[in-house]
């Protein structure tokens, strides 16, 4: 078992910066993807970015250019790094990690608020 907790969340206005991160009961040392999903008001969760073992990353396109998904260390495996935010990357984000075999693991949700 895994939990994982985000952090970084916050309030910022357009045109700002955040980063989030993933903290991890456990040290992570292998794993076969890891990534941010986020969830809107009224809207289903969506991919934001994620990153294969191998270190090959995928962003929704909403996003590409702005946002900068890492692999830190084994106690924070994964970071998200969001640059010129808009108001509509308002959502919860959510950590995920997915360990074989053991499963997929997500965190409780960070929330992002961008004013205009």
């Known amino acids: 078992q895994v939990q994982l907790v985000e952090s970084g969340g916050g309030l910022v206005q357009a045109g700002g910066s955040l980063r989030l991160s993933c903290a991890a009961s456990?040290?992570?040392?292998?794993?076969?993807?890891m990534g941010w999903y986020r969830q809107a008001p009224g809207k289903q969760r969506e991919m934001v970015a994620t990153i294969s073992s191998d270190g090959s990353t995928s962003y929704a396109n909403s996003v590409k250019g702005r946002f900068t998904i890492s692999r830190d260390n084994a106690k924070n495996p994964v970071s998200l790094q969001m640059n010129s935010l808009k108001p509509e990357d308002t959502a919860v984000y959510y950590c995920?990690?997915?360990?074989?075999?053991?499963?997929?693991?997500w965190g409780q949700g960070t929330q992002v608020t961008v004013s205009s």
């Open positions: 456990r040290s992570i040392f292998r794993f076969n993807a």
């Open positions: 995920h990690i997915l360990l074989r075999p053991e499963g997929n693991y």
